[in-house]
């Protein structure tokens, strides 16, 4: 299977994560991240009368959507998956995707500021109705709330540091600009250390911080076993330790049994199947196409 996006974004391990949802071509499916639409629409290609129902939050992906009757796209956040579906009159769906990288065309859009390759705003919202810039959250946080942000979103080794430089820095003059969160991250980085290597963690960081992702993955999960129906597939590409976390202990989770299913009181069970043990990781070749697929990890599971 060919990548089927633009220029927008190249969707990651597309083929695998096709494969993954089995696709009953007469059901309801779930492209959690729309983004480029390269998901949906090779979902879309092995559906007949079955529907797809897409959410992005970032009004860009709107250029993307295709021409197809039985395809809608939420402009929402994913978190809230189960609202709009009960809104949509839709009780259950067959299968979930949630690619939850960022995509090509928002990391190459210099003014949105997800990237330090560009010296621009440090904007870093998905959404732009979010209140809350990454300029903002650098301002007027406090060093200790700085320290935690790159401490446990970007697992920075000398995160006080960092938070105290910055602090210092925006009392001389507000940090606006990548560049200037670039150059702050510069004079401390630890020896030896390439400042891009240390870069990325930070930016990621920040861009977790202002979305708020973990904790709408967190929700994206519960929701997602809630949604589908029992033997739907649902499938995440991750492609950071983090969110992987949440996915993996997402998946070992149990629930109890009701006295509607004629067991004893306070018994549980698992709620997924896991259809890969281990993580699926691009092949070399995608890897060579798509830089940016390195650090994918596509985990499948099954509703039981």
């Not at 083929?15 to 959690?32: Q, R, T, W």
């Not at 697992?155 to 540091?161: A, G, L, Q, R």
């Amino acid at each position: 299977m060919q990548p089927m996006g633009t220029d927008y974004h190249i969707p990651v391990l597309l083929a695998e994560s096709i494969a993954g949802l089995e696709i009953n071509p007469k059901g309801i499916y779930v492209d959690a991240t729309f983004g480029g639409g390269g998901h949906s629409r090779a979902i879309l290609e092995k559906l007949t009368t079955g529907r797809l129902i897409a959410f992005d939050r970032d009004e860009d992906a709107q250029a993307n959507i295709p021409k197809a009757k039985n395809f809608l796209l939420v402009p929402h956040d994913y978190a809230f998956i189960g609202n709009y579906l009960n809104y949509l009159k839709i009780k259950s769906v067959d299968g979930i995707l949630a690619d939850l990288g960022i995509s090509s065309h928002q990391v190459d859009t210099a003014e949105r500021g997800f990237s330090f390759r560009f010296d621009a705003p440090l904007d870093m919202r998905m959404d732009q109705l979010i209140p809350k810039t990454a300029a903002d959250l650098l301002n007027n946080d406090t060093e200790v709330e700085l320290q935690k942000i790159f401490s446990q979103y970007g697992e920075i080794k000398n995160s006080k540091t960092l938070a105290r430089a910055i602090v210092t820095s925006r009392r001389i003059k507000s940090v606006e600009t990548t560049g200037q969160l670039l150059d702050i991250a510069g004079t401390v980085i630890p020896s030896r250390e390439n400042v891009k290597k240390y870069a990325a963690p930070v930016f990621q960081a920040l861009r977790i911080a202002v979305n708020d992702e973990l904790n709408a993955l967190k929700s994206f999960m519960d929701q997602s076993f809630q949604v589908l129906k029992k033997g739907g597939r649902l499938v995440v590409i991750t492609y950071h330790s983090l969110e992987d976390r949440i996915v993996k202990n997402s998946l070992n989770e149990e629930y109890e049994l009701s006295s509607s299913d004629s067991v004893i009181y306070g018994k549980t069970a698992d709620k997924w199947l896991a259809i890969n043990r281990k993580p699926i990781v691009p092949t070399e070749d995608e890897m060579q196409i798509n830089p940016r697929s390195r650090s994918a990890k596509l985990r499948i599971a099954e509703k039981r």
